[in-house]
């Protein structure tokens, strides 16, 4: 960065009356601050998008970083030193007034990959795994006979492969190994995490105007903020015991957070909502604006519903199968089943749309083998930014949709794609510069080469990604983003293809979002195929609400579809993303996409983990072959909805509808005639949802993980006196599961949700008796 600024700051200490911080009644910041998370090599952080006006900001400290401001204030760098804590506040001053930001500081571990050749000569070793996008590293060096790669890795586990002079194998030299999730396998390394000794927190009582929060462990610092200021806490008896500022009456909505840490890493987060300076403890008091009660309903409108049979448009072209072609859903199909309370009898609070932007007229064949062509019913060819496509509807059929969603109390977000074009866009004919590169040095098509080629490569060779270092591109695509939000009203977007847009373009998009449009409510999640770190990348308060958790949901299939496979394994990949998005995050947990093969169809024996799936979807007929596979899709269902984070259910799982690969995963909807099983699913999926929308602990609740064993999880969710115990049994048998359930947990009687039976022994024991492929919530309240 240039232009630095080394600011000095004088730190004056001053004395509050009754515990009173001294709060402006508006804030200069857009919202409250999700945390910055930093390692040994320090951040950027862009106050830009924190702020709405960083003109204003005076100062900038923090105890234990160093930090460099630049001269237009938008950029902040911070550098650990020696004496930095897992968990710092970091101040920043207007007008007298110190706001704070949250950092979280992990230590990354200096690890070397190691290969014996035993003699052989060799020449190249190469590494690659899911620490690097599985992108294949530089050279291993050879030192003394063995081959070595020195890496810094945070804690946590890592799948990776090894290649000899091009040929990837698994370690030779490390003998575990675990699934790929595609019916291979990987070497496996584990950094262990000293945050497994943090203090833990849970919340524990409330009055009037005062919070108590349960501390275990032993605490070196401990943070609490309401919205983004400090305030001030004691701790009495391993409680720590917050006054809710009074000014917080004011506000319709606010949140106390709080952080403690210790020598060994920081604590999970607490979350509180507030109702005008009161927690929230009825969940009558959640609106639609509360962005951690959201369960999304994901559906592609060309397989949805058909409202409106007079614009169905298919294109003419025998080349192009009928899976592969437009089936006449529309914007009007998605509208009569608001008004038939479809969504809101299952629980959903936000509607998210596939793209609905124009697409081309006719067909085009694939890039990659075995080159089928397709037509653009999925929408994700944009021959236009801001026009709806006549195959889907007009534009009073979409602010028609809105209006109602609306009024049926829900949220609608867009699929947005800013990342390509169609070639028959006027964007690229006009300025085909603005492309990235199609045509590689080294000869390759720089097509679909997801990591090495990230930022750059191409969908299809009719589908030109945009180069978004030319200023151009970014304010085109952001404009075009907020028309929407100007013209019908929507609530927000999933994005496509986050990962291949550089960070600058969602942090503008994000700003003027913020600045130029009148909604005050806008939910963003994206799609990022990678590491958790590369995904978190794009998450926090200048750029993305949240992601969707892929990393966790394909521990989640592999670990419910089969069941040869641990759930502990699932238990260690849930603790992980807890670790790196916090207990209190934004991330999409997903029953599946358009993009995967459908859960069911795996958990039912009719997919194969090594087969080609999407072969499989042309080449025959794909149903659910065992029954089971309904019981497992249940259990996905019941964990997405009872962790932290966002559901998200695609279209069709609420009644295990199967799928191979695309285009088969994207089957017409069934609404009538549903078999036993379909009716199964549909039922216990609307009792799951609606417990999740109705009980405050499976939405702010803090998690703590009770059991964990190759066939059972158990898990507990604590929102202060409300506190719900969900559990798990993937294995082909009754099981009893006998919990010590701590001081925190201990309730009298508990409401079985699902029939399986409890009871309760004299030393604070759960005994559970699961049935075979079953789950269970039970609720104290």
């Known amino acids: 960065m240039k232009n630095i600024i080394i600011i000095l700051v004088i730190v004056i200490v001053a004395s509050c009356s009754n515990n009173e911080v001294k709060i402006p009644q508006q804030s200069k910041m857009y919202e409250f601050a999700s ?24 100062s900038v400290y923090s105890q234990n970083y160093t930090t460099e401001l630049s001269l237009d204030k938008k950029w902040l760098v911070i550098s650990p030193t020696e004496n930095t804590k897992s968990v710092e506040d970091l101040t920043v001053w207007i007008n007298g007034y110190n706001y704070t930001i949250i950092i979280l500081f992990d230590k990354k571990t200096e690890y070397t990959f190691q290969f014996n050749p035993n003699g052989k000569q060799y020449k190249s070793v190469q590494i690659k795994g899911n620490f690097n996008s599985w992108t294949p590293s530089e050279n291993f ?26 040929n990837w194998i698994l370690d030779p030299g490390n003998p575990i190994n675990e699934s790929n999730n595609i019916g291979g396998f990987n070497s496996v390394i584990n950094i262990p995490d000293p945050g497994t000794n943090a203090p833990k927190l849970l919340t524990n009582k409330y009055s009037e105007n005062q919070i108590s929060i349960q501390l275990t462990g032993s605490a070196n610092s401990i943070i609490a903020l309401w919205d983004n200021f400090s305030i001030p806490t004691n701790i009495i008896d391993n409680k720590i015991q917050i006054t809710i500022p009074k000014i917080a009456e004011n506000r319709k909505r606010s949140f106390i957070r709080v952080w403690a840490c210790n020598e060994n890493g920081y604590s999970n987060d607490i979350l509180v909502p507030l109702n005008n300076g ?16 959201q369960v999304l309903y994901f559906m592609l409108v060309d397989r949805f519903n058909n409202g409106n049979t007079e614009i169905d448009n298919p294109v003419n072209d025998p080349e192009i199968a009928d899976k592969a072609n437009y089936y006449g859903g529309d914007i009007q199909g998605v509208t009569n089943k608001v008004n038939d309370s479809y969504f809101k009898d299952l629980g959903i609070s936000m509607i998210w749309l596939s793209p609905i932007t124009q697409n081309p007229l006719k067909g085009y064949i694939e890039y990659p083998a075995p080159h089928r062509k397709y037509s653009g019913y999925h929408g994700y060819w944009p021959i236009t930014l801001t026009t709806v496509d006549h195959r889907f509807g007009n534009s009073v059929d979409l602010h028609n949709l809105v209006k109602v969603t609306h009024e049926n109390d829900m949220n609608i977000i867009l ?4 990342n390509h074009v169609h070639e028959e866009n006027n964007i690229y004919k006009t300025h085909p510069e603005w492309a990235t590169i199609l045509n590689l040095p080294d000869g390759r098509k720089n097509i679909r080469i997801w990591d090495e080629h990230r930022l750059t490569t191409w969908f299809d060779t009719f589908l030109p990604s945009l180069n978004f ?20 009203n929507v609530d927000g977007f999933r994005h496509d293809a986050t990962k291949h847009i550089p960070t600058p373009y969602w942090r503008s998009l994000t700003k003027k979002l913020r600045e130029e449009s009148n909604k005050k409510f806008i939910f963003q999640i994206g799609e990022t195929f990678g590491s958790r770190e590369l995904i978190r990348s794009y998450v926090g308060t200048d750029m993305l609400d949240g992601q969707f958790d892929f990393n966790l949901y394909f521990d989640m299939r592999n670990n419910f579809a089969q069941e040869s496979e641990p759930l502990s394994n699932l238990t260690a990949s849930l603790i992980e993303s807890l670790k790196y998005n916090g207990h209190h995050s934004l991330m999409g947990n997903i029953t599946g996409n358009h993009d995967l093969p459908r859960f069911i169809t795996f958990a039912s024996g009719a997919l194969k983990f090594d087969e080609d799936d999407k072969e499989a979807g042309w080449n025959r007929d794909i149903q659910n072959k065992d029954t089971t596979g309904y019981y497992k899709l249940l259990q996905v269902t019941t964990f997405i909805n009872t962790i932290p984070g966002i559901p998200v259910i695609y279209y ?22 549903l078999t036993k099983f379909e009716k ?37 969710r604590k929102y202060f006196n409300e506190t719900s115990i969900i559990a798990f049994n993937k294995s082909d048998h009754e099981k009893e599961i006998i919990i010590d359930l701590p001081e925190s947990l201990n309730y009298e009687s508990w409401i079985s949700n699902f029939k399986n039976s409890y009871s309760l022994l004299e030393e604070n024991q759960l005994v559970l008796n699961l049935k075979p492929f079953s789950f269970e919530i039970l609720n104290n309240n």
């Not at 699929?415 to 800013?418: A, C, E, I, N």
């Not at 295990?656 to 609404?671: S, V, Y």
């Open 35 to 58: 945390p910055v998370y930093t390692s040994e090599e320090g951040t950027e952080i862009y106050l830009n998008g924190f702020f709405k006006n960083v003109d204003l900001i005076d």
């Open 141 to 166: 060096i050879l030192e003394d006979s063995i081959w070595k790669y020195k890496v810094k890795l945070a804690p946590g586990k890592y799948h990776y492969q090894l290649a000899i002079d091009g």
């Open 278 to 293: 009161k927690v929230v403890s009825d969940i009558s008091e959640i609106n639609r604006t509360d962005k951690h009660a």
């Open 415 to 418: 699929d947005y794609v800013s």
């Open 469 to 488: 270092d030319i200023p151009e591109v970014e304010e085109l695509m952001s404009d075009s983003a907020k028309f929407w939000i100007d013209e019908y």
């Open 652 to 673: 069709g799982d609420e009644i295990g509808m199967p799928g191979a690969g695309d285009p088969d995963n994207r089957r017409p909807m069934k609404f009538e005639n």
């Open 680 to 716: 199964l699913v549909k039922d216990n999926t609307t009792k799951i949802v609606n417990l999740r929308r109705n009980n405050l602990e499976l939405i702010y609740g803090d998690i703590i993980i009770l059991y964990s064993d190759k066939e059972s999880l158990v898990y507990a």
